[in-house]
């Protein structure tokens, strides 16, 4: 060691070989704040088991109604946040369930819960790359309506056959698989911005729906599928199928366990332990701050719909039966 090396004081700013060194030493370099967790929370909330689950509550039970479920299911969620949290101060070198099992239990159980955990990752990740080439199409459309663009909504138009989404769906992938060759941290700022357009769509949705009349809904739908009295139309069908109109606390209580599992993945920033400053402090708050978003946009979506343009006739009061 030089004289120059040896006169460099220990509060000196750390270099990039520096922070390597002791990431390879201690695995404790901690460089995810609360925005990044928060980023990494609300991503892994797979899209497809929103429409899964949604579709299942409302198909299944007759009388559906989401303000309790989605309520309770994030109190769960929260019950099992601070579980979680202990955790995390427990092992705070790395986390997710392997290393917690493998830690607390014994490596065979933490062997069980990660090959079963990378088996649900591996259908997750397909299903949502599944899921956005099948609305690649519609956006598409959707954009050159909106820019009056026929260019853009041509390309949507190309993309419908089922080559063309299978395609689609192994480009995402490959989006994935080169997104994992950053850092956690460059991913977590390119997630935590991608969340943020997602939530300001969210927000649009709230607006329209907010802002746009029963009668607005029920022209749009009459004009889009050149039927006057669609909506009527629909409605008298399902009434003759035996669809049941209104509200029901037992159906409410049914439909709990699938908005629990619409929550999934509200938590996942624990699988980044090893990566949070302050690790205890920072999973709290971004796993609150995450459950606090779903259960606003959610509900808020669910509340102008059930009041407004889509669902005039399930204003009713609820009941037991």
Request: aromatic content about 12%.
């Amino acid at each position: 060691m030089t004289s120059s090396e040896a006169s460099v004081p220990a509060g000196a700013a750390k270099t990039e070989s520096t922070r390597l060194f002791i990431r390879q030493t201690s695995g404790l370099v901690r460089e995810l704040g609360i925005p990044a967790a928060t980023g990494i929370s609300l991503a892994s909330v797979a899209v497809v088991n929103t429409f899964i689950n949604f579709n299942a509550g409302l198909t299944d039970f007759t009388k559906s109604d989401m303000y309790l479920p989605l309520v309770a299911a994030a109190v769960i969620w929260l019950v099992a946040m601070f579980a979680y949290r202990y955790l995390l101060r427990a092992v705070p070198r790395a986390g997710g369930e392997y290393v917690y099992l493998s830690r607390i239990v014994s490596p065979a159980a933490g062997s069980v819960a990660g090959l079963g955990i990378a088996v649900v990752f591996t259908y997750v990740l397909s299903t949502n790359a599944h899921f956005a080439a099948q609305f690649t199409p519609f956006m598409l459309s959707g954009l050159g309506a909106a820019f009056h663009s026929t260019a853009v909504a041509n390309a949507g138009n190309h993309l419908t056959s089922n080559i063309a989404i299978a395609w689609l769906s192994v480009v995402v992938m490959l989006i994935v698989a080169a997104l994992s060759l950053f850092s956690v941290k460059i991913v977590a700022r390119i997630i935590f911005w991608l969340i943020v357009v997602q939530v300001l769509a969210f927000v649009v949705l709230i607006g329209m729906l907010a802002f746009n009349s029963h009668a607005d809904f029920t022209s749009a739908l009459a004009t889009y599928s050149n039927h006057p009295g669609a909506f009527q139309d629909i409605i008298n069908t399902a009434r003759s199928n035996g669809v049941v109109f209104g509200t029901s606390i037992a159906s409410a209580v049914a439909i709990i366990p699938f908005m629990v599992l619409n929550y999934n993945g509200v938590l996942y920033s624990y699988y980044v332990g090893g990566e949070l400053r302050r690790p205890g402090r920072t999973y709290l708050y971004a796993s609150a701050i995450s459950i606090g978003v779903l259960v606003v946009l959610w509900i808020g979506v669910w509340a102008l719909l059930a009041r407004g343009p889509a669902r005039p006739s399930c204003r009713r009061r609820p009941t037991w039966a």
